[in-house]
């Protein structure tokens, strides 16, 4: 079928909205590559407690699970469980990349990524729903999953401000409804 605008009715053939959604996809892939600007450090808070770590620490943490003096620090004085935070850290949500960017251009999706910027967000609290979006496409980009790691990794600021108590909370409320996104969109073979 071609495509069909009716400029009377101002309505876009279901045709033309698979390809706009494909083509806006695909830019946001393209926008927010690898090479823009990624974190560097993650500012951690918990309560009152702040403390600046280097995402490099982070990743060698969830990879290996070797702390440095800054996380054992932190873990410590948070009453932490190291292993409970890899295991969040790491955790990957198996999501299609055109999925996630549909997913998160719609009401729902910006309530979503509302409220996981409620616990993630850029050090200036302002357009956290774009560098949330951003970093999430990327995530998902290369291998269709995602990890609250690569998410780090991969946002679009220097500095990342990340509150601990609310992490474990958003990161669950998130992942299913992420995965139920996913399953469904598969049912229907958009």
């Known amino acids: 079928m071609p495509f069909v605008y009716d400029i009377k009715t101002m309505e876009f053939s279901v045709p033309l909205l698979r390809r706009l959604c494909l083509l806006f ?13 990624a974190a560097e450090k993650v500012v951690l808070t918990y309560g009152i407690l702040r403390q600046s770590v280097p995402v490099e620490d982070l990743t060698t943490f969830a990879e290996t699970g070797e702390m440095s003096s800054g996380l054992n620090f ?9 292993e409970r935070v890899r295991e969040v850290l790491t955790e990957p949500v198996d999501v299609n990349v055109v999925t996630l960017s549909r997913a998160l251009n719609n009401p ?6 509302d409220r996981i910027g409620e616990v993630v967000r850029t050090p200036d609290d302002r357009a956290n729903r774009q560098a949330l979006r951003a970093a999430l496409v990327e995530s998902a980009s290369s291998d269709n999953r995602v990890s609250l790691i690569e998410v780090m990794q991969n946002y679009p600021t220097s500095e990342i401000v990340v509150e601990g108590k609310g992490l474990a909370r958003v990161y669950r409320q998130i992942s299913d409804p992420l995965r139920r996104i996913q399953s469904v969109v598969e ?3 958009i």
């Open 108 to 113: 729902m999706g910006e309530l979503i990524l």
């Open 187 to 189: 049912d229907l073979g």
């Open 74 to 82: 932190l873990f410590k004085a948070t009453k932490q469980n190291p």
């Open 25 to 37: 996809a695909a830019a946001n892939v393209c926008l927010y590559s690898s090479s823009a600007i």
